[in-house]
């Protein structure tokens, strides 16, 4: 083939079982057709193949190796983000169920550890309310109390309604003279 060709010929071909890259170029001189010889060239192609199947070999490992970090990194990172979010669902359940003293402890330093510090801010404010609360119901309890042993003492007949017209209190002298049960 190459001694028959009239233009530059590149072909793969075997030498002693070693790829061989064989380029025949024919030699004409200007302005003659006929060909006044050949220029052949074989090169080993060897080398190269192998060079690129480690190249390959390289490239699938650092393939490999960028799919398992961004995996790793993946996991990280989702972790980073649902670990306070369930200290966060943690702390919630436990103020709903009244303990009012769990404190969400999360060092993240971005949002979400300003929603614990708010969380824990409001679960401070509701516990300082209810406990202000239950010594208003005490004083107001105690007022009652003292109020209906008044009311029992007395020995006049006393009543109170409301707008509605409904009795809201009335003493057992006053339920006496009204003859209603008591």
């Given at each position: 083939?190459?001694?028959?060709?009239?233009?530059?010929?590149?072909?793969?071909?075997?030498?002693?079982?070693?790829?061989?890259?064989?380029?025949?170029?024919?030699?004409?001189?200007?302005?003659?057709?006929?060909?006044?010889?050949?220029?052949?060239?074989?090169?080993?192609?060897e080398g190269?193949?192998?060079?690129?199947?480690?190249?390959?070999?390289?490239?699938?490992?650092?393939?490999?190796?960028?799919?398992?970090?961004?995996?790793?990194?993946?996991?990280?990172?989702?972790?980073?983000?649902?670990?306070?979010?369930?200290?966060?669902?943690?702390?919630?359940?436990?103020?709903?169920?009244?303990?009012?003293?769990?404190?969400?402890?999360?060092?993240?330093?971005?949002?979400?550890?300003?929603?614990?510090?708010?969380?824990?801010?409001?679960?401070?404010?509701?516990?300082?309310?209810?406990?202000?609360?239950?010594?208003?119901?005490?004083?107001?309890?105690?007022?009652?109390?003292?109020?209906?042993?008044?009311?029992?003492?007395?020995?006049?007949?006393?009543?109170?309604?409301?707008?509605?017209?409904?009795?809201?209190?009335?003493?057992?002298?006053?339920?006496?003279?009204?003859?209603l049960d008591?």
């Amino acid at each position: 083939k190459a001694m028959e060709a009239k233009e530059t010929l590149v072909q793969e071909t075997f030498v002693s079982k070693e790829r061989v890259l064989d380029i025949a170029a024919p030699v004409f001189i200007k302005g003659y057709d006929t060909k006044w010889g050949l220029v052949r060239v074989g090169l080993s192609v060897e080398g190269m193949y192998k060079e690129i199947f480690r190249v390959r070999i390289i490239l699938t490992l650092i393939g490999f190796g960028a799919v398992l970090a961004g995996v790793l990194g993946s996991i990280i990172l989702s972790r980073r983000v649902t670990n306070p979010i369930e200290k966060l669902v943690k702390g919630a359940m436990a103020v709903a169920g009244g303990n009012m003293d769990y404190k969400i402890d999360i060092k993240t330093r971005d949002e979400i550890e300003g929603l614990a510090n708010n969380f824990n801010y409001m679960t401070n404010q509701i516990r300082t309310h209810r406990l202000e609360l239950e010594e208003q119901l005490k004083t107001i309890l105690s007022f009652k109390v003292y109020n209906d042993n008044i009311l029992e003492s007395m020995g006049d007949g006393l009543l109170t309604i409301n707008l509605s017209k409904e009795i809201v209190t009335i003493n057992k002298f006053g339920a006496h003279l009204l003859g209603l049960d008591m």
